[in-house]
């Protein structure tokens, strides 16, 4: 059961993890002005048409290669002149719309960052500046020199029995984990908390404690033999005896041996902590921990002393998420002197804050946190960007959707997305293969799914965030204080699917089978892939396909482990398993006939999960697009226009340079098929033959019966 749930588990991840990377790489076009016209006015398009669409008003390139018959590759038609105007650049093996869009990103943040400063007091723009401002004010850090952290010093110093240091334990705990929805496990604390959906199927948020309290990166840098790790250790030993020195000069003669206790606090920590591959796994939200849990489990510590310091003396049950690291840690209470205690919490607080402590602090950060001799340091600039990037980035979303992402797309997108997920509705309800009592929880899944588009329905309130220009420490723990308290307010509240975990100004898609949610971010709905003049065709074509191909993981063989409470239970009967098994043999073969290379065929049985969602999400966008014609869906010549237009827009969703070596690659390492047959999924579809006048003997074609529908 153990391992079934594991490998299960894994894979879901790992399906999470290369979802991201799909919606990173697929991109759209936009056609525009004559290029639009050429194309609506129907016929083969002529090369002149074809050159007006390169030098389309936006710069962007066009994509059609009329020279390609589209019955033979429909890729390479759709794509073709972009494909040769495009090289793959020095030191990459690929290029996508993906990494144009990570480009613009990373260019969209710096002027970002480097304009807010202009904002006046009291805005969040002028928050977010002020961060960043006091992170790099060195004059301000030199002056204040150790005064920021005092009051946390002199809290440590006054430590002077178990049930004080139980109680600092407590009051410093944090909610800077998020083990479910973003597979964060390990806390800067001895402990993290998170309020999220687990996957009992709870109405309300649990709390959910995980493990912490290291410097160095990971369990097995303070565990490992390896010589590297020996030598990172031994560095870090150095830095942590120079803390401790410079701290309590008058005693420096001791320094090297309370750093040896320190690091062997923290080692006795990361033995009792789960291995990487132990935690990240959903499944330990079942380990459910009562108070009396905690006495019976961990013993050592006054626990009730711990929770009632930290704000949760109602909270009646937590979920244990590594249980041995909370044995562990009420060991080391227990057991450990006080004073190696308070030794080690000033080691935690200076290296929680080294890079804004001054400059003999600083210094010691990179060992501090665990770097490698000679690794390049990052550059005071770079690491400012970052970090306010990531602790800002609940504010710093709404700044980048109000300058990049209009306003009125975010509507027009929700109606698309609606659109899609009812036709999904009519193909779960028509698929033969699925039993009536699954279709009934498919479309309750489907009915309770929140999908997200660009950004959150709300945001963060910011009037009580007080930002320093010149104090990045009391910067840091305000911001930590308010999303503690913010995380404490959650708990036992019903769970807000439209709670986002995505950044708006991430590019990426987030899938959350907990909280039967989706996240699509602002940052991945621009061009190459789409903009607001985008035609509504295309528009369903590059976007709702892949919406449709997300809400086909929600009812399909990954989804079919999660119910419409977002509860870890099966629904698929052993029927339904092998009916989806027989239903997609024939596309497994498909795609199994696809030969990049001679000697190297597409593994359709791998690549099964990933073509039956294109294959659905495109059907249901189709549906959904003929649909939204209403009236004109009538007039033939217009609808054959707007049906290439979609087409179009799907090929070029999936438009990639890739070199020999990516491409061999992606045969063996992904779970999708390569773009170009992704694209190739079109020939499944009626319509596609009418649109591009599709016939027998072009190298698509495909019988009537000989084309698929899983959903
Ligand atoms: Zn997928």
């Known amino acids: 059961m153990r391992d079934d749930s594991r490998a299960c588990n894994q894979y879901h991840r790992y399906i999470s993890f290369i979802e991201t990377l799909t919606m990173l790489e697929y991109t759209s076009r936009a056609f525009i002005g004559p290029s639009l016209l050429a194309l609506a006015l129907g016929g083969i398009l002529g090369t002149a048409a074809a050159e007006d669409m390169g030098q389309s008003s936006t710069g962007l390139e066009a994509g059609v290669d009329a020279q390609v018959r589209p019955g033979d590759d429909f890729f390479g038609y759709a794509n073709g002149s972009w494909l040769q105007a495009t090289p793959v650049p020095p030191g990459k093996k690929s290029w996508s719309a993906r990494d144009e869009i990570n480009e613009r990103v990373s260019q969209q943040m710096q002027a970002l960052l480097d304009e807010v400063w202009t904002n006046p007091q009291g805005t969040v723009a002028r928050k977010v500046a002020d961060f960043r401002a006091a992170y790099l004010n060195d004059r301000a850090i030199a002056a204040q020199g150790l005064r920021p952290l005092k009051p946390l010093l002199n809290h440590i110093a006054r430590v002077r029995d178990k049930a004080a240091l139980t109680a600092l334990l407590g009051q410093t705990l944090r909610a800077d984990a998020d083990p479910v929805n973003r597979g964060q496990y390990n806390s800067a604390h001895v402990l993290g908390l998170a309020a999220e959906s687990s996957i009992r199927g709870e109405k309300n948020y649990t709390a959910i404690l995980v493990q912490g309290g290291l410097s160095l990166p990971g369990r097995e840098h303070y565990l490992s033999a390896d010589a590297g790790m020996q030598a990172l250790r031994a560095r870090y030993r150095k830095a942590v005896s120079a803390v401790l020195a410079q701290l309590d000069p008058a005693h420096a003669a001791s320094a090297a041996a309370r750093a040896d206790a320190v690091i062997a606090l923290e080692t006795a920590l990361a033995q009792s902590h789960a291995a990487d591959e132990v935690s990240d796994n959903e499944r330990n939200a079942n380990n459910l921990w009562t108070r009396a849990d905690f006495a019976r489990q961990a013993p050592g510590m006054d626990w009730p002393g711990f929770f009632k310091a930290a ?135 489907l009915k309770v799914l929140y999908f997200g588009m660009a950004y959150p329905e709300k945001w963060q309130d910011h009037e009580a965030l007080v930002i320093s220009p010149t104090n990045p420490v009391a910067n840091l723990q305000h911001l930590a204080d308010r999303h503690y308290r913010q995380t404490l307010d959650r708990l036992g509240k019903p769970i807000d699917s439209k709670q986002w975990v995505a950044a708006p100004q991430q590019a990426g898609g987030l899938l959350m089978f907990q909280q039967n949610a989706y996240n699509f971010t602002a940052a991945l709905l621009q061009a190459p892939k789409f903009d607001a003049q985008m035609s509504d065709a295309m528009t369903y074509g590059a976007i709702g396909a892949i919406v449709g191909h997300e809400v086909s993981h929600f009812v399909d063989t990954l989804g079919a482990e999660y119910d419409s409470d977002g509860r870890l239970r099966r629904w698929w009967t052993p029927e339904d398993m092998s009916g989806y098994a027989t239903a997609s043999e024939a596309l497994e073969r498909q795609f199994s006939s696809y030969r990049p290379y001679p000697e190297v065929a597409v593994d359709g049985k791998k690549t099964t999960v990933e073509n039956v969602a294109d294959l659905g999400g495109l059907a249901a966008a189709f549906d959904a697009y003929r649909a939204s014609l209403k009236d004109m869906g009538r007039e033939v010549d217009y609808v054959r226009q707007q049906d290439r237009q979609f087409f179009i827009g799907y090929a070029r969703s999936w438009r990639i340079k890739s070199t020999e070596e990516a491409l061999r690659t992606q045969l063996t390492k992904d779970n999708h098929a390569p773009e170009r047959y992704r694209v190739a999924a079109v020939r499944n579809l009626d319509a596609w033959y009418e ?21």
């Open 311 to 445: 704000g949760l003396a109602r909270q009646a049950s937590f979920v244990a998420w590594q249980p041995s690291a909370l044995t562990g840690l009420a060991v080391l209470v227990d057991t450990q002197p006080v004073q190696v205690w308070q030794d080690y919490l000033r080691v935690r607080a200076i290296c929680a804050y080294a890079e804004v402590l001054p400059a003999s602090f600083a210094a010691l950060a990179p060992a501090l946190r665990g770097a490698a001799a000679g690794e390049m340091p990052v550059q005071a600039v770079q690491r400012a960007n970052a970090v306010t990037q990531s602790v800002m980035r609940e504010y710093i979303g709404r700044l980048y959707v109000e300058r990049y992402f209009p306003a009125a797309q975010k509507a027009r997108l929700n109606t698309i997305v609606d659109n899609v997920v009812a036709a999904f509705g009519r193909r779960v309800e028509a698929a033969p293969w699925l039993s009536p009592a699954s279709k009934t929880v498919a479309l309750a899944k």
């Open 691 to 711: 649109a591009f006048d599709v016939r027998p003997g072009d190298r698509l074609y495909l019988d009537p019966e000989n084309r698929l529908r899983i959903w």
